[in-house]
């Protein structure tokens, strides 16, 4: 049964003739390849290669384009792109915009409404994501606390702003290096990073994986150790119905998975990347 949570979300907007040329050659998605309508994660990089920001672009309309990012991340993305934005014909604007998803969407017919629509796929989640300037829940849909999501973002694997990915941050540590860059398209900022660490194929010293259990959910940050040895530490952490617990787990290179770790004293299996 389809229900509908309310996620707090920054959406700028980049529009004018030189929209597609140059977010082409500052974000790391291919821009280019694009249809009206389509949407892509993507990242913006500081020139050393590490993480501005992991967000989303959505190609509007000609020459009108929109990134939605993790709440409190907009004003970085503005400012990131306005950095560079130098005898260029586009103006980067944080609009005042929200966003209700729906998730499980079987069936569901979506009203006439302003704003867009963007499908939503990870494993074990599809969803749609309505944004629009006012948006409301869907008739007939229940919406669900925040928590519901978590919940499914967590278990899905979907890293957030400011838990899993920082200004520190490589993106091969992120986990959706696969979905979020292009390595065919031409080169744009901080690209020499993820293009060296792709080439050399010997990963990042740690990464984000999934993991499960059962019992007290694992505050954030708790250490995890696998026979003794810190392995990594807990990003997320929600607890679910029953008394299981999804999280995700930064967890160093030298950790094969699937493994188990204790974490403050409670048993996490750690998934499969």
Not at 49 to 57: N, Y
Not at 85 to 104: F, K, P, Q, S
Not at 136 to 151: F, K, L, N, R, T
Not at 188 to 203: K, P, W
Request: charged share 20%; aromatic share 4%.
């Amino acid at each position: 049964m389809a229900t509908a949570v309310r996620r707090d979300r920054d959406v700028v907007q980049v529009a004018g003739p030189d929209s597609r040329t140059y977010l082409q050659g500052q974000l790391s998605q291919d821009v280019t390849a694009l249809n009206i309508g389509e949407s892509a994660d993507t990242f913006v990089l500081q020139p050393n290669g590490k993480v501005d920001a992991w967000m989303r672009i959505i190609f509007v309309a000609d020459d009108i384009y929109l990134l939605d990012v993790d709440a409190g991340w907009g004003t970085v993305v503005v400012a990131r792109l306005n950095r560079f934005l130098l005898r260029t014909d586009c103006a980067v604007e944080l609009m005042a915009w929200e966003l209700v998803t729906v998730m499980d969407p079987v069936g569901m017919v979506e009203p006439e409404r302003e704003g867009v629509v963007v499908p939503v796929s990870w494993p074990g989640l599809a969803a749609l994501d309505l944004l629009g300037p006012k948006v409301a829940v869907p008739d007939g849909i229940d919406e669900v606390p925040h928590s519901v999501w978590e919940q499914r973002r967590i278990a899905a694997g979907i890293p957030v702003m400011g838990a899993e990915i920082d200004d520190s941050t490589i993106p091969g540590a992120t986990g959706v290096v696969n979905r979020s860059v292009s390595f065919t398209k031409g080169c744009y900022t901080g690209q020499e990073l993820v293009a060296r660490i792709d080439s050399r194929g010997a990963g990042t010293p740690t990464r984000i994986v999934r993991a499960v259990g059962r019992g007290s959910t694992p505050a954030v940050d708790t250490e995890c150790t696998v026979d003794g040895v810190t392995a990594g530490r807990v990003t997320s952490a929600a607890s679910l119905p029953t008394e299981d617990f999804v999280a995700l787990v930064e967890l160093k290179r030298a950790i094969t998975v699937p493994t188990t770790a204790d974490a403050g004293g409670v048993p996490i299996s750690l998934l499969a990347d």
